[in-house]
């Protein structure tokens, strides 16, 4: 079956610029979740939907960064005025339910790039 | 603050040999503990878990042992293989929700 996918797979914008970043999670599956991945650090949280709500945003590093899941499955993380500390690789992973028990299945990732 | 920490970035060992890797965590409320393994370009597939009633659990060649006290986990793969070659994450966070925190992992190479 299709794993999570995200688009677009590379991203590169000037400092300033709004940007959207799409995840596809894997059917059927009710928790969504966003990490950032700076160069040489591991996934840092960032925010999880159980449904389409907002479980945990606490991980969204300022207000330029929104998420939403309107319909409980795609999920798009938006930044607005980017700045060049944005640049990363953005994955999206998801899961059956919350419980830790069940994997989360991540995405290949957007690399951002803020010039 | 980093709670989950993987202090060695690389480790380099032999095909057929052991290969150790260690995570240590600091906050005591994490009792689910996994491993991830990521490929370049990919995002990371999930290896092994453990949770903190137990002090090891084991899957082929793969071997995650718990010290609560130590607040310490580390993974062995043994035999090694080429195809091992990967960046490896632990990952720790409560029992009753997926909210993992991510160490930064170590790259692990085998040579043949």
């Known amino acids: 079956g299709a794993g999570v996918s995200q688009t677009p797979s590379n991203k590169v914008t000037e400092k300033g610029k709004y940007v959207e970043l799409r995840c596809d999670p894997i059917s059927g599956h009710t928790a969504l979740y966003w990490y950032r991945q700076s160069l040489g650090q591991g996934p840092e949280f960032l925010i999880y939907?159980?449904?389409?709500?907002?479980?945990?945003d606490s991980g969204l590093p300022n207000d330029r960064f929104f998420a939403v899941r309107p319909e409980g499955s795609v999920s798009t993380l938006k930044i607005q005025r980017t700045e060049r500390g944005d640049s990363a690789v953005y994955l999206c992973?998801?899961?059956?339910?919350?419980?830790?028990?069940?994997?989360?299945?991540f995405g290949p990732g957007t690399r951002l790039t803020v010039l | 603050d980093q709670q989950v920490k993987q202090n060695s970035p690389s480790l380099s060992v032999q095909e057929g040999r052991i290969s150790i890797l260690n995570c240590d965590y600091t906050?005591?409320?994490?009792?689910?503990f996994l491993w991830y393994k990521k490929y370049p370009a990919e995002g990371p597939t999930f290896l092994i878990s453990i949770s903190s009633i137990k002090d090891k659990n084991e899957d082929g060649r793969f071997t995650v042992f718990l010290n609560k006290s130590a607040k310490h986990l580390s993974l062995h793969i043994v035999p090694s293989q080429p195809g091992d070659s990967a960046v490896y994450f632990c990952a720790a966070g409560p029992y009753n929700n997926n909210d993992m925190r991510f160490g930064a992992g170590t790259r692990l190479t085998v040579k043949p």
């Open positions: 992973a998801s899961s059956l339910t919350l419980h830790s028990t069940d994997t989360q299945y």
């Open positions: 939907f159980q449904g389409t709500g907002a479980a945990d």
């Open positions: 906050n005591s409320m994490f009792d689910y």
